[in-house]
């Protein structure tokens, strides 16, 4: 059997970015998740290759691509919707500030995009009462199992919220809220950002409501005292 052309034309770390690029733009685009725009670029670039494993990114190399596309393409359009995704995840944390919430993931390190949603880890010692606020609050969720994490974190709780007219974004924006053990808090947090170019903030891998609230009042010209 032959061997695939684009394989044969990029091997080794040329081809772990060429995967990573593809990865990035199907993150950008479409709002896959790592995992499943890894396993889509690999497919694009390479069929069914029965080395694709070797060709596999790590999420760093995949976050560094996307943050390029972003640069690239979406300059007009992105800091805006990440801006408006960093005020309604302040605006759920200031609702949740007794169950001690930390913004994460993509609204935090800047790489959000138009559909991506929000995510929140609360440390808390009862998820049960995470519960009962949203539902004192008429706010519909669904519950679904911690997975690998269960080991710290007592369940994910997710739910959609409308998104503000004009803004860019999905007409809904997907918000989960993973409940962990408030000892979590003592290890530090993973998938640190390291670009040296971003706010301290966005590098620290977590952030309660003070610091998104600076980050904000630094870099978005609303400020942190807005709401969506």
């Given at each position: 059997?032959s061997?695939?052309p ?10 772990k ?6 990865a ?25 290759a029965?080395g ?6 790590d ?5 560094s691509?996307l ?9 007009d ?20 500030h007794e ?7 993509a ?10 949603g ?11 009462d ?5 539902l004192?609050?008429s706010?519909?969720?669904d519950?679904r199992d911690a ?22 974004l999905d007409?809904a924006v ?6 962990m ?5 003592r290890?530090?947090?993973a998938?640190r950002?390291?670009?040296p ?6 590098r ?15 870099t978005?010209p ?7």
């Amino acid at each position: 059997m032959s061997e695939n052309p684009v394989r044969s034309a990029v091997r080794g770390d040329d081809l772990k970015t060429a995967v990573a690029a593809s990865a990035a733009r199907w993150i950008a685009e479409e709002g896959c998740d790592y995992a499943t725009a890894k396993r889509r670029a690999v497919r694009e670039l390479l069929g069914e290759a029965a080395g694709a494993l070797g060709a596999m990114p790590d999420n760093a190399l995949v976050e560094s691509e996307l943050r390029r596309y972003l640069r690239l393409f979406a300059a007009d359009s992105q800091p805006a919707q990440l801006a408006t995704l960093r005020r309604l995840a302040l605006r759920w944390m200031r609702r949740l500030h007794e169950f001690n919430p930390h913004l994460v993931g993509a609204v935090l390190n800047g790489t959000a995009t138009g559909h991506s949603g929000i995510h929140l880890n609360l440390y808390t010692d009862s998820a049960k009462d995470v519960e009962i606020f949203l539902l004192n609050q008429s706010q519909s969720f669904d519950v679904r199992d911690a997975g690998p994490n269960a080991e710290t974190t007592q369940e994910v709780l997710e739910f959609l919220v409308r998104a503000p007219q004009d803004s860019g974004l999905d007409s809904a924006v997907g918000v989960t809220l993973s409940v962990m053990d408030p000892v979590a808090l003592r290890v530090a947090p993973a998938g640190r950002a390291k670009d040296p170019d971003l706010h301290p903030v966005e590098r620290a891998g977590r952030a309660n409501v003070s610091m998104v609230e600076r980050l904000l009042a630094e870099t978005d010209p609303q400020g942190g005292g807005s709401t969506v």
